[in-house]
Nanobody, 122 residues
């Protein structure tokens, strides 16, 4: 079992930046694929970015390419989402997700965090 805890959300003006962090605890000795999803009010949860255990070739949803960067520090059991050039349409609850082993970065995932609110004002 793995527990995920996100932090770093908040309120920012359009064009600003935020960095989300997700710390994993529990059975972290196993290699995990990790990702960020988001869910805006009235919309379904969508994949934002994913990264493999070794960190190579991350994947992003088209709408955040060139603005968001996913990274991880395995020594700290932490995955990050650096968000630059934020837009009002990026407003959502952002969730960290994890899955044991390899596979498609877009999912499915077995473990989820509680979510972090990101609000971008215009």
């Amino acid at each position: 079992q793995v527990q995920l805890v996100e932090s770093g959300g908040g309120l920012v003006q359009a064009g600003g930046s935020l960095r989300l962090s997700c710390v994993a605890s529990g059975r972290t000795s196993t290699a995990y694929t990790m990702a960020w999803f988001r869910q805006a009010p009235g919309k379904e949860r969508e994949f934002v970015a994913g990264i493999s255990w070794m960190g190579g070739n991350p994947d992003y949803v088209n709408s955040v390419k060139g603005r968001f960067t996913i990274s991880r520090d395995n020594a700290k059991n932490t995955v990050y989402l650096q968000m630059n050039g934020l837009r009002p349409e990026d407003t959502a609850v952002y969730y960290c997700a994890a899955r044991r082993g390899i596979g498609a970065l877009t999912g499915p995932y077995d473990y989820w965090g509680q979510g972090a609110q990101v609000t971008v004002s215009s």
